[in-house]
């Protein structure tokens, strides 16, 4: 045969990059409820799905190349936030988990009603793969609040104050992509609450502090207003109990 009517051979797929494995995820029993880290590593599966979906089959591998950005970034702050010496306050913990379920449940809602259910579509490593078909959604949502009620030195009203903070996110970027296709508010939203995620990892480890986006920053700014808030109401009521 003519070499040059041979066909050529077919280019591997693009893979996602990631240095530690979602192994978090194999074997885990229905009744259990999942730890931060599994936490953090559901998402991560789900983001997969989708860069996977984006790159081979929706055709849009810029999109899929900044999910897989997100990613990497989401497994670089598992490792800080559950993998520290360091002791989380409560509240910071709250932020935490509340900023991480608005990110779940942003790439959930999109795989549910744009990704097409199928057996392994894309060939995903098996602990990928595991954690998109072993998990069911109802174990997800009742591991976050368990993660919350393990949470108790936290007064009503600086739960409120952190959930009206949330919540005021919420439409923000809600607002922000209401414009956009549902791919790009997909990504979009990834992206936005990665950032929150950074921006808290920052408030949380201050010595990790490095050259950070505007968007960051801008997170930066709003946890602290919130979060400060509680440090300076505690010294006013140490200065009036001095005081007296």
Known sequence: MDPHLQAAPTPERPTLVRDNSLSSL??????????????????????????????????RPILARRLIL???????????????SRIVPDETSYLLVLFLQQLHDSIHDYVALECPPSDNPFSLPPDVLAGLTAIPQGQVSLS?????????????????RIEEFVNGLHRQITRTTRNTS??????????FWVAQLVALSLYAFPKLMDDVSDSVDHALKGIREVLDMRELKYVTLIIVSLTR
């Open 182 to 191: 549902p791919k790009e508010r997909m990504v979009e939203m990834v992206e």
């Open 26 to 59: 194999v074997g885990v029993p229905y009744h259990h409820n999942l730890d931060l880290q599994q936490l953090f590593d559901t998402s991560r599966t789900s983001l997969i799905e989708v860069e996977q979906f984006f790159q081979l089959k929706a055709g």
């Open 70 to 84: 997100a990613d990497q970034s989401l497994e670089r702050l598992a490792n800080r936030f559950c993998h520290t």
């Open 144 to 160: 976050f609040e368990k993660q919350v009620q393990g949470l108790r030195r936290l007064s009503e009203d600086l739960l409120d």
